[in-house]
């Protein structure tokens, strides 16, 4: 069953990164393949939260794009590199396809295509044969009689003289591999001069003591199913196809390259086959330009986010499968209907509470645990206006489950978390960001959750100077930082000066100045965000 990867936004908080673990629990209960990610490095309240409950930190999640793996492409397809040029060539017609990969032990080793089969044949000497006893007997479909030799190597020689001109003109060798008929003096011949292989032609036979005398001298013999003319005209392609394989300046594909990188290596090369290969060589298969157009896209489900900006690098390039999120609907759309679970309440995990309710699915205490972190950080241990009955009722019912006093417990995951000590201020003003976009403006928002306010109130000026530089920096309408003070219940703001008079409204202070405290202001997704884009939107 195909792997789903669950997670939620950029910059993770601890609601955000414990709905994934609760979810993935909840799904792999009802039968399905998940796995909780994250896709930033979890805050030291996450931290706390994980180690309390003893949960490993979910895998970082770089990306969802297409990759060279995400695609139909045609999976081991390779040759031996001791195959033969026929096997390969009929290989080639059959699948449709103009060239494949050579390989030796699985490696790489090179590509033969069609152009190159007739090119060969065309323009060069094809008369060296260096192959196997076998490779000639499946290629000819021919009969064994006389094997000493695994390995063929000679000259390829025909019997078209007559038997005299043949014998008087014609010197052969041990490296002699001759192609004859019911010709008995040049079979006695070939024999005495203990060539290589003596290859009959349909319906020929040996004498009984020129096959005594071949055994005598090592003779390799077979009896081709083919007339002299196709087995003159086959004997070619029983060779290695390691012959006629290029082996310089083919360009491979990775399996876990992006497509987007590989389309732009088509742009320059404009070849239509490229074999893929890993990281350590092995080859996997052919992939044919038009396969880019067959891929399976990677399936997941995304929880506390459902905007563009919010989510994983190429989001737009997967599977989505369902949304559960407790914030205003975004700008995510999908192919196909989906499950999209959408509440007004404190926390993600308030939702996936009522999930496994809905579901009759028993949650373990170490569940309970980190889902009750979840929406105490969301709700501020209830001190946030986005509370609701619901965020109250399962923090109750999940906190008998994990067997804690949820209001002492709370209190010291607050506090874990709202240290600002060895942070620098790049760091504190992206601890908790996020961006958005409001009619084609950009708009950046920082949060940090702290009992010790003055740690940067102290350096007021500093922290200005960031947020002015980097609004000019990344063309930001709007860059704000707010420190939001857990114990007096309200936020310190810090601003872009461009921003001054759109703040100015969004919170109605003529007074507004660099950190002025806003109390009771404590949310960002039901007090702060609305009153930004309120604003915009009028203007």
Known sequence: MEKINIFGHKKPDTDSATAAIALSYLKNELGFNTEARILGHPNNETKFVLNYFKFDEPKYLNDVKLQIKDLNYLKDCAKDYHDTIYNCFMYMNEYNVGAIPVVNNQKFVGLISLKDIAKHQINDKIDNLCTSYNNIIKTLNAKEILKFDDDITGNVVVTSYSSTTFIENISLDRNTILIVGDRHSIIEYAIKSKVKMIILTKN???????????????????????????????IWLANYVDSVTLKENVITINDDEEVDDFVEITKKN?????????????????????????????????????????SVDGI?????????????????????????????VGSTNTIIYSMFKENNIEIPSNIAGVMLSGIISDTLLFRSPTTTSKDKEAVFDLADIAGIDYEKYGMEMLKAGSSLKNKTKEEILYYDFKNFNVNNKKIGIGQILTMTPNDVLDELDEYVSLVNEVAEHNDNLIIALFVTDILNNGSYIIYNKSAQEILSICFDRNDLCE??????????????????IDVLEKR
């Open 204 to 234: 020929s036979f040996i004498k009984d003591e020129h096959l005594k005398l071949a055994k005598e001298y090592h003779i390799n013999i077979i009896l081709s199913n083919e007339s002299a003319f196709d087995t003159t005209r086959k």
């Open 270 to 310: 404009k070849y239509t086959n490229y074999p893929v290969i890993d990281k350590k060589g092995k080859c996997l298969g052919m992939l044919r330009l038009s396969d880019i157009n067959d891929a399976t896209r990677k399936k997941v489900i995304l929880v506390d986010h459902n905007e563009y900006i919010q």
């Open 316 to 344: 737009e390039e997967a599977e989505i499968l369902e949304i559960v999120d407790h914030h205003k609907i975004g700008n995510l759309d999908t192919k196909y209907p989906i499950a999209f679970r959408n509440m007004p």
């Open 515 to 532: 950190g002025m405290f806003l109390k009771d202001y404590i949310s960002r997704k039901k007090q702060i965000i609305p009153n930004i």
